[in-house]
């Protein structure tokens, strides 16, 4: 019984450290890393850049295979073992193999963690939201206290990793070969719930995801690298601003809610961070707009999370992962092709338009009804 209460938190743990602890350090510490390999920091960034869309189509593939807990369990431990060796090695072609591994491995792993909290009671939702916000504050605390060595952050978080996954292991196995093992949590009141929704509105839910994608994607670096640009600050300063401007997300996203109704103004709220990120004249304006980003995205996406949450569980948990994933590259990728003619403000400023017109779509129908969100649901109600 106490293998079986291990095996669902190390699951969740996990997929929060493969995905914004890994990755977090992976982006931040692009520099140091090329420094150790002797290569461009772009082409580091470059080798990041195609882990994380191996990692989507592996967990794109998840929803079509079936994964059972002890397949999970390996991905989890051969993710952290590749991170393990990503962290020692020096040469360029190990660095590559060890970090494209882990990425493949990661995504069964990232969709089977938010799966079971999909699955499992909003208390718990809640819990696992604060936790993927500290896990990116820790990457953002590593790669500043790692610059100068920045393979030892990322060899800690594989060590952990492989940790979680014998854990894993050690707990029981899914009972039915044929269980979908992305779909937990049987409960008859649930069950109504998701059976009275529409078939197709976990694509109505998409939007969403994908604004909070863009928004993220097309403002944390590019603020870094304003950032840089302006104070000529350094990596380890960059990395503590950003470690700075978490932790209000992690006290946002602690507080009862958010209603569904409040999500058009959670993204109105996460596109004004980024309209006073590009036009902010000084480090604290900056530091104020990218603060207001994180809170409200964060707590946008555990408010999405609870809508998806009561009316189909697990089921989404790849598709609005992918689809955000994809954005938040989407947004980065537009922000930096502006950057050369137009500079990264305009950049960031054009960005914060799709962030505006989706909580357009948000205020003008209603994404949960309430006949299918009941109060306990939503811990509290609005924002």
Excluded at 77 to 86: K, N
Excluded at 205 to 211: D, E, N, R
Excluded at 334 to 356: C, D, M
Aim: aromatic letters at 4%; one cysteine or more; hydrophobic letters at 55%.
């Amino acid at each position: 019984m106490r293998r079986d209460r291990l095996g669902a938190p190390a699951s969740a743990l996990a997929g929060i450290l493969l995905g914004p602890t890994a990755g977090g350090q992976l982006a931040l510490l692009t520099k140091p890393f090329g420094g150790v390999l002797g290569l461009p920091g772009e082409v580091v960034g470059y080798i990041a850049l195609t882990m994380l869309v191996l990692g989507c189509a592996s967990a794109a593939a998840t929803t079509r295979l079936r994964v059972s807990s002890r397949g999970a369990g390996w991905c989890t431990v051969v993710a952290g073992a590749a991170l393990v060796a990503a962290g020692t090695v020096s040469s360029t072609w190990g660095f590559t193999i060890t970090l494209l591994s882990a990425g493949v491995a990661a995504g069964p792993v990232v969709v089977r963690g938010r799966a079971r909290v999909l699955g499992s009671r909003a208390a718990s939702l809640t819990v696992w939201h604060v936790c993927c916000a500290a896990g990116f504050a820790g990457a953002a605390g590593l790669a500043a206290l790692c610059a100068s060595t920045p393979g030892s952050g990322v060899l800690g978080t594989g060590v952990v990793t492989v940790l979680c996954g014998a854990l894993m292991l050690a707990a029981p196995a899914d009972s039915a070969a044929g269980t979908r093992p992305t779909r937990y949590s049987p409960s008859p009141a649930r069950d109504s719930a998701a059976s009275s929704a529409s078939p197709h509105s976990v694509r109505s839910l998409l939007p969403g995801y994908a604004a909070v994608g863009l928004t993220l994607g097309g403002v944390v670096l590019p603020a870094l690298h304003l950032l840089l640009f302006r104070w000529n600050a350094l990596g380890a300063e960059q990395a503590v601003l950003l470690l700075a401007t978490t932790l209000p997300a992690l006290v946002v996203l602690a507080l009862p809610g958010p209603n569904a109704d409040a999500l058009a103004v959670l993204l109105v709220l996460a596109a004004g961070g980024a309209l006073l990120v590009a036009t902010a004249p000084g480090r604290v304006t900056l530091t104020i707009g990218l603060g207001l980003t994180l809170a409200a995205s964060a707590r946008a996406a555990r408010g999405l999370d609870l809508v998806l949450a009561e009316r189909h569980r697990g089921d989404g948990a790849a598709a609005t992962a992918i689809s955000m994933v994809l954005a938040g590259l989407a947004g980065l990728g537009l922000v930096t092709v502006l950057a050369g003619p137009a500079g990264v403000g305009t950049g960031v400023t054009l960005l914060a338009l799709p962030a505006l017109l989706v909580a357009l779509y948000c205020g003008s129908r209603r994404l949960a009804p309430r006949s299918a969100l009941p109060a306990p649901i939503l811990e509290g109600g609005a924002s």
